[in-house]
């Protein structure tokens, strides 16, 4: 299985902050079709993980430019700016280029 | 707005079975490919097991952890996703998330998960 490594494992931000977590990949997430299928995801408190990031650098519907995602091959980045209360949680980094689909340990973020 | 419901946990003993069901609405069930997750307290999220979508002859994928004992289907007249469980272990205590394949991800939208508790 692909082993996603997040750092680091907790981080505390004041709000107004910038953010990065890192998550890197035993294996290269390109796909043999070109995409990268690597994710980005938020569980706040009491809830079902949501999607904010696919294929690397893709916003999904609804959520802010504040969150960006870059990177490739083997290592990439989540960064927040501008971090809000709505943004404490737990990120997950999550690969679905290669069977079975991981997902990384997560970074939990709280206020400084 | 896409719905995922799930149901059908609860305790259960060691070696037992359950059935979950995951009724999704807001969006064209049959055209969409599911997968079930599961997350333990504390740990992340695991991926189980996904089913295609007709055009795809409803062929499924499984977690090696899994395989052979939990069997995934969907009822595309009614809307639903199952997941049958059987020989159940300590180990397969946790919430059970559906969710509905998109834009290359498995995870695009999650149910809001059941409780399956596995113990004597």
């Known amino acids: 299985d692909v082993v996603m490594t997040q750092t680091p494992v907790s981080l505390s931000v004041s709000l107004g902050g910038q953010v990065s977590i890192s998550c890197r990949s035993s294996?290269?997430?390109?796909?043999?079709?070109?995409?990268?299928?690597l994710s980005w995801y938020l569980q706040k408190p009491g809830q079902s993980p949501q999607l904010l990031i696919y294929k690397v650098s893709n916003r999904f519907s609804g959520i802010s430019d504040r969150f960006s995602g870059s990177g490739s091959g083997t290592d990439f980045t989540l960064k927040i700016s501008r971090v809000e209360p709505d943004d404490l949680g737990v990120y997950y980094c999550?690969?679905?280029?290669?069977?079975?689909?991981?997902f990384g340990a997560g970074t939990k973020l709280e206020l400084k | 707005e896409v719905k995922l419901l799930e149901s059908g946990g609860g305790l259960v003993q060691p070696g037992g079975s359950l059935r979950l069901s995951c009724a999704a609405s807001g969006f064209t069930f049959a055209d969409f490919y599911m997968s079930w997750i599961r997350q333990s307290p504390g740990k992340a999220p695991e991926w189980l097991s996904f089913i295609r979508n007709k055009a795809n002859s409803y062929t499924t994928e499984y977690n090696p952890s899994v395989k052979g004992r939990f069997t995934i289907s969907r009822d595309d007249t009614q809307n639903v996703l199952y997941l049958q469980m059987n020989t159940l272990r300590a180990e397969d205590t946790a919430i059970y998330y559906c969710?509905?394949?998109?834009?290359?991800?498995?995870?695009?939208?999650w149910g809001q998960g059941t409780l399956v508790t596995v113990s004597s």
């Open positions: 294996q290269s997430l390109v796909h043999n079709n070109g995409n990268t299928y």
């Open positions: 999550g690969q679905g280029t290669q069977y079975p689909p991981t």
């Open positions: 969710a509905k394949h998109d834009i290359g991800t498995t995870g695009a939208y």
